[in-house]
Structure formats: C-alpha cells, structure tokens
C-alpha cells in the first residue's frame, strides 16, 4: 500500500470514531411534577394466640379389622415326592429313564 492509501484509512478512521460535534436538542422540561410515589404500608404481622391449639372433630371410633388366624401347618410331603409329581413306585427316582428291555439272545 501507498503512504496516500494509509493517509487516507487513517483519516477515515479518525472521522468515523471522534464523536459529532452536532448540537443536540435539550430534553423536553415537564410542565408538572410527577406524583410522589406512595410505598405501601408493610403487613401488620399478628402473632398466633398461645394456648391450647384448637381441637378439630375426631373421625368416630372404628372397630379393628378381623384378622384370619393362620392357616394350620401341613405335614410335610411323603420321602422323594414333591407337588405336582406322581407318587414315587418301589423307591425309584422319577426323572431316572426306564431300562431297556432287551429281546432274549438267539441261540448259533
């Protein structure tokens, strides 16, 4: 850049930031005073009278709820059987598979 074109930025920049020098209107004098301003009072504050607080109507008297006694304890299942098993047979566990029958051997 030329020193004219540097001369010229500067200028610009200078014209654009220093304030106006324009002479502005005075701001409009009111004719009346506003009204003051009244602040309301703060709330009186009333302390709750001491002594006994006051009673309210008590729900009437209810009877207590029938409870069920306990249900009687049942004899333990028989030995290797449980619910919804069919009874055990000669002392044998049901999940064991049967044994295989096997045909009689054939004589040579």
């Not at 009877?63 to 009874?87: A, D, N, R, T």
């Amino acid at each position: 850049m030329t020193y004219t074109h540097l001369l010229l930025l500067f200028l610009a920049l200078v014209v654009l930031t220093t304030p106006s020098h324009a002479d502005y209107q005075k701001p409009p004098v009111p004719i009346q005073k506003p009204p003051p301003v009244e602040k309301p009072s703060p709330p009186v504050y009333n302390p709750p009278p001491k002594g006994n607080p006051p009673k309210g109507e008590k729900p009437p008297p209810t009877l207590p709820p029938k409870v069920e006694p306990p249900p009687m304890h049942q004899p333990s299942p028989p030995y290797l059987h449980y619910p919804g098993h069919p009874p055990v047979e000669r002392g044998q566990d049901p999940h064991k598979p049967p044994r295989k029958v096997l045909p009689p051997p054939t004589p040579y």
